[in-house]
């Protein structure tokens, strides 16, 4: 998936601020969710609760990898014009 720089201010949402989780604490999380949701010991409302903290932290780690997919296109640039600039948002 290929995302122009100009476009990833607009794609990293409200959700890339200093104070957000690394994408590994979104992961972990993500596989305490999952494992909480697979016992199926959770009432609807918490079991909804869980999924829509989940789905938060999935969209927070497909942001967090688009910056990481825009900064590795910025490397491997074109090799006539090896030009490096930083974003203007980092996830961390």
Same mark, same amino acid.
């Given at each position: 998936?290929?995302?122009?720089?100009?476009?990833?201010?607009?794609?990293?949402?409200?959700?890339?601020?200093?104070?957000?989780?690394?994408?590994?604490?979104?992961?972990?999380?993500?596989?305490?969710?999952?494992?909480? &949701?697979?016992? +199926?010991? %959770?009432?609807? $409302?918490?079991? !909804?609760?869980?999924? =829509?903290?989940? #789905?938060?932290?999935?969209?927070?780690?497909?942001?967090? &990898?688009?910056? +990481?997919? %825009?900064?590795? $296109?910025?490397? !491997?640039?074109?090799? =006539?014009?090896? #030009?490096?600039?930083?974003?203007?948002?980092?996830?961390?």
């Amino acid at each position: 998936m290929m995302i122009k720089k100009d476009e990833a201010p607009d794609a990293l949402g409200d959700d890339m601020t200093e104070n957000a989780p690394s994408l590994e604490e979104r992961l972990k999380r993500l596989e305490e969710i999952v494992r909480s &949701l697979e016992a +199926a010991d %959770l009432d609807m $409302e918490g079991a !909804l609760m869980l999924f =829509e903290e989940g #789905v938060e932290h999935v969209r927070g780690a497909e942001a967090t &990898l688009r910056v +990481a997919e %825009l900064k590795v $296109e910025e490397l !491997l640039g074109p090799e =006539e014009d090896p #030009v490096i600039r930083p974003l203007e948002k980092d996830p961390e």
